[in-house]
């Protein structure tokens, strides 16, 4: 079985409000787009931002269920590029979870919410390497 | 900025029913565990299962919030293997959301909720390619 995970679908409420984040903060580029879904080709899998609606319905769920927290983490090259990202997503619609601190096993990181609550983790953890394709390998 | 996500980090509530789910599940091999979360490496990016408490006290969320709905989702490279993992999936733990039907994109697809409620998408599309590193790419 290959340790593979092909997509992350992200339920939205407003695709305008939610491509201002991501097209415009995090400068990502759609691979496609329409009146209800957008897809982001990314390292290796896909970034889907979906009108929450029509997810929910699609995975048959009735309504957004009180599920376990969750967080995806972007991580840069350089200590110096956490803070001005956060900056920057916080100007496109973000919301400061936790600022920018050290975590205990080194690096540097914080927590901003997209416009609908889903958690990023801006990091730079300079264990985990980071290929020119941002493939990211575990390290320790 | 690169189009990168670095990790996916799940909330759980209890490390050996989660592990049960994920490693014997999907048989996927910790790269990583101790006593409060297990990392496995992936498609280039990793996947993090954490004690939910843990989790939300890095983000500095109080509660898990009634945050939007969300799902991963995991692409096998034929029809067939679709609900046999299916199966798989809920002898170790997980609940049957959607039952395996055909999108109206073609392929085949249903959804599976982890043993915390995180929703995953078990898929086959032909028009994703996934090269023998699990890297997958977007397609129409």
Known sequence: MQQQISVITLGIKDLCRSRNFYANGFGWVPVFENAEIIF?????????????????????????????????AHNVPMMDDV??????????????????DAPPYGGLRGYISDPDGHAWEIAWNPAWAIDDKGHVTFGL
């Open 83 to 100: 803070e001005p990202l956060m900056a920057r997503l916080i100007d496109h619609g973000g919301k400061l979870l936790r600022p920018a």
């Open 40 to 72: 982001y080709q990314m390292n290796g899998l896909v970034l889907g931002t979906w009108l929450e609606d029509a997810l929910l319905t699609d995975m048959k769920r009735p309504a957004p269920t009180a599920s376990s927290a969750s967080s995806l």
